[in-house]
């Protein structure tokens, strides 16, 4: 499993744009990039995924450079609402046999303030 | 549709006593896990299921078992309950499809072990 590195923490303030990078040097061919967020006290929700160049969904965008050892999440015009932890995950999602036993990181805890 | 749902919420047990963690899902996926999530890290993988009456071991299995009679439901038990063991429990199911792969966070079970 690629193994997966990101900031610890970020600060950020309302309506600013926010970008989150995940390094994953040893990324292998068919891996995804998969990024979740959590609340305290819930179950981690899905973002947004990944394989190459940029994805971009109501919530956020991904951008994914050719070489692939690196991913951005960016998150645009933040609000209070945002503050979570984010975690970036790398895995092949066809690995039936290891259930793609995505491995969660200890993410980076984005604390968005007025 | 009310995706993955946990039971219960909360639970304090003490060193010794066993348990059981329900959990179901409604949306026909094929994959669940458990994971559990103590504090200031991310999430551990500690059983997964494949598919009806398939289970397979995670991370860190020790002291737990599994079982998946039916589609829909995935059970977690502790035989001997453990301090150890206090962590917040998460339950997922999965879907992939040819462009996505999601996984569906249940909202998690808060248990102490005395």
């Known amino acids: 499993l690629a193994k997966t590195t990101q900031p610890i923490s970020m600060d950020s303030y309302e309506g600013q744009e926010v970008n989150i990078t995940c390094s994953h040097n040893?990324?292998?061919?068919?891996?995804?990039i998969t990024w979740y967020q959590q609340f305290p006290s819930q179950g981690p929700r899905f973002i947004i995924q990944?394989?190459?160049t940029k994805v971009t969904n109501e919530v956020a965008s991904l951008f994914i450079p050719a070489d692939r050892k690196s991913s951005t999440l960016s998150l645009p015009r933040v609000s209070l609402s945002d503050t979570a932890v984010y975690y970036c995950?790398?895995?092949?999602?066809?690995?039936?046999?290891?259930?793609?036993?995505?491995?969660f990181g200890t993410g980076t805890q984005l604390k968005v303030e007025l | 549709n009310a995706g993955v749902t946990q039971t219960p919420k909360f639970r304090v047990l003490k060193t010794g006593q066993s348990m059981t963690l329900l959990c179901a899902q409604d949306?026909?996926?094929?994959?669940m896990y458990w994971y559990r999530q103590d504090p200031g890290m991310g999430l551990r993988l500690i059983h997964y299921s494949v598919g009806e009456g398939t289970t397979a071991k995670g991370e860190v299995p020790d002291g737990y078992n599994v079982s998946r009679l039916k589609k829909q439901n995935f059970l977690l038990g502790l035989e001997s309950a453990a301090p150890s063991q206090t962590s917040v429990y998460f339950c997922?199911?999965?879907?992939?499809?040819?462009?996505?792969?999601?996984?569906?966070f249940g909202p998690g079970t808060r248990l102490t072990v005395l």
């Open positions: 995950l790398v895995g092949d999602p066809r690995i039936t046999g290891g259930g793609n036993k995505l491995t």
């Open positions: 990944g394989y190459k």
């Open positions: 997922a199911s999965r879907r992939w499809r040819e462009d996505t792969d999601t996984q569906y």
């Open positions: 949306m026909n996926h094929e994959y």
């Open positions: 040893n990324i292998a061919t068919n891996d995804y």
